[in-house]
């Protein structure tokens, strides 16, 4: 209970947030690397899946390849490109090793809504006249969108839970704030950073399930 007690101390005073390097500024940097993160994540993973996705041929070979992500802990990843020329490019590691990490998700969910779209919908589509393009965007995308959002929401939730291990690298973020306790084998600090970090990742979690409710409800019906 003491360490407890010294962690909430530790949230509650007022310098700790406003000094330079303090909370608000490591949270601002882990918000950025996030948002950052999420939208390469976005502009590599959703195209490829909604057209492969449009296109039915492909998508298993690139989920399969996708995941294989998922396989390799994104320390691992971050400690090789940092022995890499892109080592010395500032954030360029961390960001390209929490992008292969949010990748997975993202096509996955996109491709699997993709598919799971009624064929029947799209030959109706296609017979009153609709190109192929005009399919995909509007009638097939509509109605994966639940779907599509479900995999952004899981990347960015994992994002911000990851985006800890900027850190190690040198980087910032709310990591630093954990590291930082390390080294000066304070473990109230340690557990505050913890805090922040899963505060962090409640609240976007929380953000998208209010946008949830704005996605119409004969989408909404069709999330897990």
């Known amino acids: 209970m003491n360490t407890l007690t ?3 101390d530790y949230l509650t005073d007022a310098t700790h947030w406003n000094a330079e390097g303090g909370i608000w500024d490591r949270l601002g940097e882990h918000l950025f690397l996030t948002v950052v993160c999420l939208l390469l994540s976005c502009l590599i ?8 996705g449009h296109l039915g041929r492909g998508g298993a070979l690139a989920v399969n390849i996708s995941n ?5 802990p994104t320390f691992a990843v971050l400690v090789l490109l940092l022995l890499t020329p892109l080592g010395t490019k500032g954030e ?7 992008v292969l990490f949010a990748v997975p998700p993202l096509l996955t969910n996109a491709y699997v809504g993709m598919r ?33 959002l479900t995999g952004v929401r899981i990347a960015a939730v994992q994002l911000v839970a990851t985006a800890t291990l900027a850190a190690l690298a040198g980087g910032g973020g ?13 473990t109230p600090q340690v557990v505050a950073g913890a805090v922040l970090v ?27």
């Open 198 to 224: 899963a505060a962090f990742a409640l609240l976007v979690e929380g953000l998208f399930e209010v946008g949830h409710k704005c996605v119409p409800s004969w989408a909404r019906g069709r999330t897990g």
């Open 68 to 72: 294989v992500g998922r396989a390799v």
């Open 116 to 148: 799971g779209v009624d064929q029947d919908t799209v030959r109706a589509a296609r017979g009153m006249g609709m190109t192929g393009r005009q399919v995909m965007f509007h009638v097939e995308l509509p109605l994966a969108l639940p779907l599509v």
């Open 174 to 186: 709310l990591g630093r704030i954990i590291t930082a306790g390390f080294n000066l084998a304070s």
């Open 6 to 8: 010294a962690a909430w």
């Open 45 to 52: 993973a959703l195209p490829v899946a909604l057209v492969l």
């Open 92 to 98: 360029w590691p961390t960001i390209v090793a929490l």
